[in-house]
């Protein structure tokens, strides 16, 4: 394949991850008041599994700038949006640190992937918790325990989901993990 259709081919791939990712974080998935499972991130995990840690920081990107220009992102202050819409996305990407070359997937390098990516994201959401959320915390709790708490409790269902779905891709299909290079 020649190298433009290659950069066209990957180009259109992170295009759509993005998209799809923010159609999916159009569907409200509130657990508990700001406790979320947020399934929207596995469009990004898989791209940066499947085409690698450049393509994944570009598609996470795209995602944050799609949810800050369409009016779908809660912005508080410009240092507030860089961190949860432009870094924390971006952070996804790490994800394809672990990318795999060939069909015989191991579980494990994925798994530890899809767990670090999100653990990173999360840490910026647990900074901007303390930072910019904290007259949101429960009574008693302080800015640092309540960030933690829900942060923690999101960032743990996200991993988990994402951990479920895409090791379910990987046992059925394998072959989306492994971009054709003819």
Do not use: D
């Not at 974080?25 to 940066?48: D, F, H, K, M, R």
């Not at 570009?58 to 809660?74: Q, V």
Request: charged share 10%; net charge positive; aromatic share 14%.
């Amino acid at each position: 394949m020649s190298n433009s259709k290659f950069n066209i081919r990957l180009l259109t791939e992170i295009a759509f991850m993005a998209a799809l990712a923010f159609i999916i974080s159009l569907i409200p998935n509130t657990v508990y008041g700001w406790i979320i499972i947020e399934i929207a991130c596995i469009p990004i995990l898989l791209l940066s599994l499947r085409r690698g840690f450049v393509a994944g920081v570009i598609g996470g990107l795209i995602w944050g700038i799609l949810a800050i220009i369409t009016g779908h992102a809660y912005i508080l202050t410009l240092s507030q949006a860089s961190l949860e819409y432009i870094l924390a996305p971006l952070s996804l990407g790490l994800a394809g640190l672990f990318r795999q070359k060939t069909l015989q997937l191991k579980f494990p390098p994925v798994l530890l992937g899809i767990f670090i990516a999100v653990l990173v994201k999360y840490f910026f959401h647990f900074i901007a918790g303390i930072i910019f959320w904290s007259q949101y915390a429960w009574k008693g709790w302080g800015a640092v325990a309540y960030s933690l708490a829900v942060n923690g409790i999101s960032g743990i269902l996200t991993a988990v989901a994402a951990m479920v779905v895409l090791s379910i891709f990987i046992k059925k299909f394998p072959q989306i993990f492994v971009p054709k290079t003819n």
